[in-house]
């Protein structure tokens, strides 16, 4: 992932109230995490997803924090993340 996309692989199937995001992960250069979905298909209610996906990141950033700091061994504090 960080070869690819300079991404940080933070976990995969992170569960957040009742979805499952498939890959989390962490942009050090932005300071924000990033969500990976794999899809088989087309879909336009992608889109839908991403929001909801935006809100729950929104909603449940120390949750996120926590898995980033218990899977990677890093700090992270909240005012630091965008």
Not at 41 to 50: A, H, I, K, W, Y
Not at 52 to 57: G, I
Not at 59 to 80: R, S
Request: hydrophobic share 40%; charged share 25%.
């Amino acid at each position: 992932m960080d070869t690819l996309f300079g991404l940080e692989f933070v976990s995969t199937e992170f569960n957040l109230e009742t979805f499952w995001l498939d890959t989390l992960a962490f942009n050090p250069i932005t300071k924000s995490f990033v969500i990976i979905e794999y899809k088989k298909v087309e879909n336009f209610t992608l889109m839908d997803q991403g929001q909801t996906y935006l809100n729950l990141v929104l909603d449940h950033k120390a949750d996120i924090l926590l898995e980033y700091m218990e899977k990677t061994g890093k700090t992270l504090k909240k005012n630091e993340v965008d």
